[in-house]
């Protein structure tokens, strides 16, 4: 049978008092106490009114607070009974002999503040799962995402002066001089676009943006290839379109150079399967994770990303494409909901510290020309939260002059990057492995 302990939610009295006691004994002990703690913090109620008024003081910083400020400040608010008249004041610097721990009594505050906000998440988790006007999966999501929120604003905030930012700025230097890496992200495969941006930075959001039949998905799976195949790194490809099969049997012929066509029809010579082998042998090694979910709904998204990055370690996600994304809120117009995708899918590269990169289809507009950011498709918000939009364009073959083939040359243009230049490279696409490859190696 639970004690009456267990019914009484975490406190701790002398903890709170501590600290009130040592921020009226030294004002200055206010700036480290706030880097925890703020009056919502304190179980007393009494403890709480306290603190707001040292709050409010320091704000106006116009009077330090002591026993006598803080009780005027109580008195004009009107809460000086709700925190227990000038007595329980006075009787605060008596707990403690100085202000030498309060960052100690600050934590101690901020400890059991969070166990009270762990135990409402659980019970209001615990009442919404016998609510079933709720889908699962979204009280699931509204868990995590409070979850995640308490381990955000719980982060005390400092500062680090020069002397101690440049020894270990130059010690990652030394690092990376030792490493010889050329990028300090996740390296695209193309040494050109890779120059340009560094490979795909952590905590930021990439958009590659084409007309349809581009080549998008075959730009991205190529590059999410040689990060697992080649790189080892793991990573994960959320696929709206095109079945996990569909995509797997795309892997097997641009990484054995044998085209789709004859993989379907089966129609293989005996060096084919050969190929074929040795390939499939490199992709079933690979860090390599695909999500096959048409109609994915955002909320699921979120949850399977912090799965994938949790339980393997994922260092990139792509995703095909954002505007097959459904929005958790189908109430609100459609550009208000591509909005919130976006914002979603930044705020998730920040909250997993890792890049992501979504596939964007662009205005009809663009057709035939060499797109800009105004056409990106359904919503302003895309462009504005993005840290990096690249697009592609080429001649399609059925653009071409008659009697001549196009020769697959295709522009990739970083039309915006937050931390880097703008500018174009050449890249070519081999459309019988729907893979595309630098510049140099076309003949390859």
Known sequence: ????????????????????????????????????????????????????????LY?????????????????????????????????????VPSSANIDHYAKLVQDCSLRRAMLRVSSEMNTNSFDESKESRMILEEAQQRIFELGENRQAFSFKS?????????????????????????????????????????????????????????????????IT?????????????????????????????????????????????GSITEAAGRIYEAPFYIVDTPGMKLLDLR??????????????????????????????????????????????????????VALSQLRRDAEGKQPNLADIRESGSIEQDADLVIFLHRERESD?????ETDGKTELIIAKQRNGPVGKIDITFLPRYAKFVPLSRERQ
């Open 1 to 56: 049978m639970p004690s009456l302990r267990d019914k009484v939610p975490p406190h701790n009295d002398e903890a709170e008092q501590a600290a009130l006691g040592a921020i009226l004994l030294d004002n200055d002990a206010i700036d480290t106490a706030l880097q925890y703690i703020n009056a919502s913090d304190f179980y007393a109620t009494a403890n709480q009114k306290v603190f707001q008024a040292i709050l409010n």
């Open 59 to 95: 704000n106006q910083g116009r009077q330090k607070a002591d026993i006598i400020t803080v009780v005027a400040e109580l008195r004009q608010m009107g809460d000086l009974d709700a925190a227990g008249g000038p007595a329980h004041v006075a009787s605060l610097t008596n707990v």
């Open 162 to 226: 020069t002397k101690e930012l440049v020894p270990a700025a130059i010690e990652m230097v030394e690092k990376l001089y030792h490493l010889k890496e050329a990028y300090t992200g996740i390296p695209s495969g193309f040494d050109d676009l890779d120059t340009l941006t560094s490979g795909f930075q952590n905590s930021e959001l990439a958009i590659i943006g084409a007309r349809p039949s581009m080549g998008k998905t075959a730009l991205a799976l190529t590059m999410a290839s040689h």
């Open 229 to 273: 195949i080649k790189r080892k790194i793991p990573a994960a490809f959320f696929s709206l379109e095109m079945s996990d099969m569909a995509l797997c049997l795309r892997l097997i012929s641009s990484e054995a150079r044998i085209e789709s066509e004859k993989i379907r029809s089966g129609l293989l010579t005996p060096r084919d399967f």
């Open 303 to 356: 949850s399977q990303a912090r799965r994938l990055r949790s339980q393997h370690g994922v260092k990139i996600i792509f995703v095909d494409y954002l505007t097959l994304i459904t929005s958790d809120n189908r109430e609100i117009p459609r550009h208000e909901q591509i909005a919130e995708i976006s914002r979603s899918l930044k705020g998730l590269a920040r909250e997993l510290d890792i890049p992501v």
């Open 400 to 404: 071409a002059k008659p009697g001549k």
